[in-house]
């Protein structure tokens, strides 16, 4: 059985956390109805923003993983992000990196324009997003925002979990000695807890199987944040 390093544990709660916030973000900007308030208005473009930043930060992360690369995410992403009528997975997925950089480098935003099908609005895709030197261009591979996201959720967290799954990620296990000395130290150097707290806490017997436990759970929230969000919504005809 694998044992993790501290560093690709550390990279796993990395992960999780980002596709756990991609999928906050995304439930909240779904919520959105008419009529819009300025201030929904505004809640509604941090959510929509939240779900891209969060996605690419998390592949970004996974793309730049040494233990990962045997299972080559770059060119397995490349070769799924591949929709009828937009046949160029990298462009496609050059259009979500470069739509990320907008957003956090030039302030676009994202939800300017929308199409209202009953209550809900549609957002409208950027239809191309140029890099920052604008040398080049990406077009959209959807109409609307929910199409892209929606081909988003199709792809990229299944592949992450295949990926993590071909490396034994899941059935890793990590060092408890290890862990035993890290809940020192991280006790020890803490600047929250006060002297006596911290006395407190190198005094418990802090149990290996605790560590196992904590990893165990993290690794069960993984699995289900990689799992795709619904993106639920009526039909434009």
């Not at 707290?197 to 190198?202: D, L, N, R, S, W």
């Not at 560590?211 to 069960?220: G, L, R």
């Amino acid at each position: 059985m694998t044992t993790l390093s501290i560093e690709n544990r550390d990279m796993l709660h990395a992960l999780s956390w980002y596709m756990s916030a991609r999928k906050t973000a995304l439930r909240a900007a779904l919520s959105f109805r008419t009529n819009l308030s300025v201030t929904d208005q505004t809640d509604m473009r941090v959510h929509y923003s939240g779900y891209f930043l969060n996605l690419l930060a998390a592949t970004e992360l996974f793309r730049e993983t040494q233990t990962l690369l045997q299972n080559d995410f770059k060119t397995r992403l490349n070769s799924s992000l591949v929709f009828e009528g937009f046949p160029d997975g990298n462009a496609n997925y050059l259009y979500i990196r470069e739509l990320r950089n907008a957003i956090v480098h030039r302030g676009l935003n994202i939800t300017s324009a929308a199409h209202i099908k009953g209550d809900f609005p549609m957002i409208l895709a950027e239809p191309e997003i140029q890099d920052r030197y604008k040398k080049d261009t990406f077009a959209a591979f959807g109409q609307y925002l929910h199409e892209i996201i929606e081909k988003c959720e199709s792809v990229i967290g299944p592949l992450m979990f295949d990926c993590l799954k071909a490396a034994g990620i899941f059935e890793a296990t990590i060092d408890a000695e290890v862990a035993v000395v890290e809940y020192r130290e991280v006790a020890e150097q803490s600047h929250a807890m006060p002297a006596f707290v911290k006395a407190m806490a190198q005094a418990v017997e802090f149990k290996s199987e605790w560590a196992m436990d904590a990893h165990s759970s993290v690794m069960t929230k993984l699995i289900e944040v990689l799992m795709p969000c619904n993106v639920a919504k009526p039909s434009v005809p």
